[in-house]
């Protein structure tokens, strides 16, 4: 069989970067879709971006994404594009569901129309179950969104449903639960807490200001999920599927691990912040991932502890080395 290509879409981020580098050690050809911006960012994939192969597209334009799977000819796309940041969707909501919800419904489209056979992976989120209604969250769980966010991936998953079952499209959803590494932007309340949590072991901050201490999540590490997605499309049916840890940390033990790393008590840097409180919280997310682990034979390698020092570790060697560099 000739070489397998993939085309990601969303390659500059976190999951696209460690996708893209799972896939060229299964020896694939990967293809990146990236935006066409004044100020490029591609500091996660530079390492690998002389072995992958970048295309124009945009998720708010059809007829790029026409163009992108013509030129790329993929066997594969995995759909990470997303405006992925929760408390953004509020303040950009069409947005959001322009690119989050109609995005998925072009890149579909585009796929039926330029080749059937090609099969897709759509990034189906945890947040889609907002308001839980039950514990643990399964691929049967009702949704209930609770931001726009939500609400968008809620749209992206059932348009993806509705298009494998309309035109026989091997199309799949991964309900992914969160997945960090130090990889993850900094808005992100993980990235945050290991950020500050650094700097404050160096002295180049006092305090950790964050929101609500009491919300949990199912937290995982993002190398280990992408290997799902993979997983996923060698599937001879296309399915959903729950990607999760099966364990829920608050976080308040988030920050306490953290802390510990560098031998510091969290309480004393601490400080909740209203303003940084969502409108609608959701309050307990966790998986069941047992059906991927039935079916995929998939499980997570990295534990919550183990994730959470390899961020800290991680953040506080760049501060480190910014500050010796500055020093100089």
């Known amino acids: 069989m000739s070489q397998k290509r993939a085309l990601i879409t969303g390659i500059t981020g976190q999951d696209g970067s460690y996708l893209a580098e799972f896939l060229l050690e299964m020896g694939y050809e990967v293809y990146g879709l990236v935006r066409r911006t004044s100020t490029p960012y591609f500091e996660r994939i530079r390492h690998i971006q002389d072995r992958i192969t970048l295309v124009p597209g945009d998720m708010l334009d059809l007829t790029s994404l026409i163009d992108a799977l013509r030129l790329a000819r993929p ?18 909501p069409v947005f959001t569901g322009d690119v989050t919800a109609l995005g998925v419904t072009r890149l579909l489209d585009a796929i039926r129309n330029v080749d059937p056979e ?39 998953h059932w348009i993806t449903v509705n298009y494998r079952e309309s035109y026989n499209l091997h199309a799949t959803s991964g309900i992914l639960f969160n997945h960090e590494s130090p990889r993850r932007a900094i808005e992100f309340v993980t990235r945050k807490v290991t950020w500050n949590v650094a700097r404050i072991s160096l002295g180049l901050a006092k305090e950790l200001r964050i929101g609500n201490l009491d919300a949990q999540r199912d937290w995982g590490y993002a190398g280990d999920y992408v290997k799902a997605m993979w997983m996923m499309l060698q599937q001879d049916k296309p399915d959903d599927y729950v990607i ?4 829920t940390h608050s976080v308040r033990r988030l920050c306490e691990v953290a802390f510990s790393c560098v031998d510091l008590n969290w309480e004393d840097y601490v400080v909740q912040d209203p303003q940084f409180m969502r409108p609608a919280e959701v309050d307990l997310l966790v998986g069941d991932p047992s059906k991927a682990k039935r079916v995929l034979g998939w499980e997570p390698s990295v534990t919550f502890e183990q994730l959470i020092e390899m961020m800290v570790k991680a953040d506080y060697d760049t501060l480190k080395a910014d500050s010796n560099a500055q020093a100089r």
């Open 75 to 92: 066997h594969e796309v995995y759909n990470l594009a997303a405006q992925s940041f929760v408390p953004t969707s509020w303040n950009q």
């Open 118 to 156: 090609i099969r897709m992976y759509q990034a189906s989120s945890s947040e889609m179950f907002g308001k839980v209604q039950e514990v643990p969250q399964r691929e049967t769980t009702p949704f209930y969104p609770r931001s726009p966010y939500g609400v968008a991936k809620v749209y992206g």
């Open 244 to 247: 999760a840890t099966g364990q």
